[in-house]
């Protein structure tokens, strides 16, 4: 085990997967002593039983994989998926809004899955960085510090957030 280990969040986010493969994905994560597993809303409580114990995190993706469900749904989401274990939670933008230049929805979608979430569990926002602009990525990553957000992720690692890192 290393400390990059711990760099890493196993995921399994097929919508076929398995109890079976759930707990298989714990148990490597155990193994190496990863940050987290990252799994559906449905399997939380699996996951969490499974980790129970352990220092690996359980960590789901709200919003998935549209980041297209209203701001009602998301925050639903969220406190379901942190009363059943999740300590960490991945919400996906909406991208629609950011393209319409809508940064008020935008903020408050972010805003509300993060106070669903409460002060204990860490909100982390996807962008869907291939379908936007460097200037709506810009814009994007200040709505989520603004709204409360710990984390931007983006789907595709060679374009970064130069606001965010400055």
């Known amino acids: 085990m290393t400390m990059e280990s711990k760099l890493i969040d196993h995921t399994l986010l097929s919508p076929d997967a398995t109890t079976k493969q ?6 490597e994560a155990k193994k190496y ?9 449905c399997q939380v409580e699996t996951a969490a039983r499974c980790l129970k114990g352990s220092d690996v995190k359980v960590c789901t993706v709200i919003g998935f994989p549209s980041g297209a469900h209203v ?7 969220t406190k379901q998926a942190v009363a ?25 979608d972010i805003a509300a899955v993060v106070e669903a979430a409460g002060k204990e569990t860490l909100v982390k926002v996807i962008l869907e960085t291939c379908l936007l602009a ?12 603004a709204a409360g ?4 992720k983006t ?6 957030c130069k606001w965010w890192l400055s």
């Open 149 to 152: 957000a710990d984390f931007v």
């Open 71 to 77: 701001t009602g749904i998301k925050s639903a989401e």
């Open 33 to 41: 002593d990863f940050c987290s597993v990252c799994i559906s809303p």
């Open 84 to 108: 059943d274990g999740a300590q960490e939670v991945d919400m996906v933008i909406n991208v629609g809004a950011v393209k319409e230049g809508n940064w008020e929805y935008v903020k408050n």
């Open 134 to 145: 460097d200037e709506e990525i810009v814009e994007a990553c200040k709505c989520a510090q």
């Open 22 to 27: 759930i707990e298989d994905l714990c148990a």
């Open 155 to 160: 789907r595709v690692s060679n374009r970064l």
